[in-house]
């Protein structure tokens, strides 16, 4: 009965941790990393279509990435959607493919990648909690209809909030070792 509503619950919030590493992923920590370039996406023959389908992207030093397009007429639409991108990155191209330095970053930019991951820690923390009421939601709806006892009401809501401090503690875990990441000289 509310079993099935706690492994609902966690397979939402699965799925929250999942897009939150994602976006952790795009936040740059100084080194050259293909997935820095995972959010870009371009126009490619009418479809919005992701960079790494258009291109192998690889990064053959620290501080550089390289894109090969498979189709050369794409680097002027590739550099400009790097441009337009938060990444703040000066893509360089030689008629066939793309460099993209990766410059160090100032103590100020740190602080900035910091908040931002913050930010983005936050969101996630919001939508585990709002999963975390929906569920209580449903429980309580449960127990109106008379399928549910007050006591098991009382344990499900006990399960859905350890349910939802395991995942909170997750996103803290996975925020402070990006935060470390991006701190480190």
């Known amino acids: 009965m509310y079993l099935d509503i706690h492994k609902e619950a966690e397979d939402k919030m699965k799925r929250t941790i999942e897009i939150y590493k994602e976006e952790l992923k795009g936040i740059r920590a100084g080194r050259a990393n293909p997935a820095l370039l995972d959010q870009i996406t371009l126009d490619y023959y009418g479809t919005i279509t992701?960079?790494?389908?258009?291109?192998?992207?690889?990064?053959?030093?620290?501080?550089?990435?390289?894109?090969?397009?498979?189709?050369?007429?794409?680097?002027?639409?590739?550099?400009?959607?790097?441009?337009?991108?938060?990444?703040?990155?000066?893509?360089?191209?030689?008629?066939?493919?793309?460099?993209?330095?990766?410059?160090l970053l100032t103590e100020e930019r740190r602080k900035e990648l910091v908040k931002l991951v913050k930010k983005s820690c936050e969101n996630a923390k919001v939508s585990i909690r709002n999963i975390r009421r929906e569920t209580i939601d449903e429980i309580k709806k449960m127990e109106k209809n008379k399928e549910l006892s007050e006591d098991d009401r009382k344990a499900a809501?006990?399960?859905?909030?350890?349910?939802?401090?395991n995942y909170v503690?997750?996103?803290?875990?996975?925020?402070?070792?990006?935060?470390?990441?991006?701190?480190?000289?």
């Open 50 to 103: 992701p960079l790494k389908q258009l291109a192998s992207i690889t990064a053959p030093e620290p501080r550089l990435l390289v894109i090969q397009p498979w189709d050369v007429n794409l680097i002027p639409a590739i550099e400009k959607a790097i441009l337009k991108s938060d990444l703040g990155l000066n893509p360089s191209n030689d008629g066939k493919l793309i460099r993209l330095p990766i410059p």
């Open 169 to 185: 503690k997750l996103i803290d875990e996975l925020t402070s070792k990006k935060e470390e990441e991006l701190l480190e000289l």
């Open 157 to 165: 809501e006990n399960e859905t909030q350890k349910i939802t401090d």
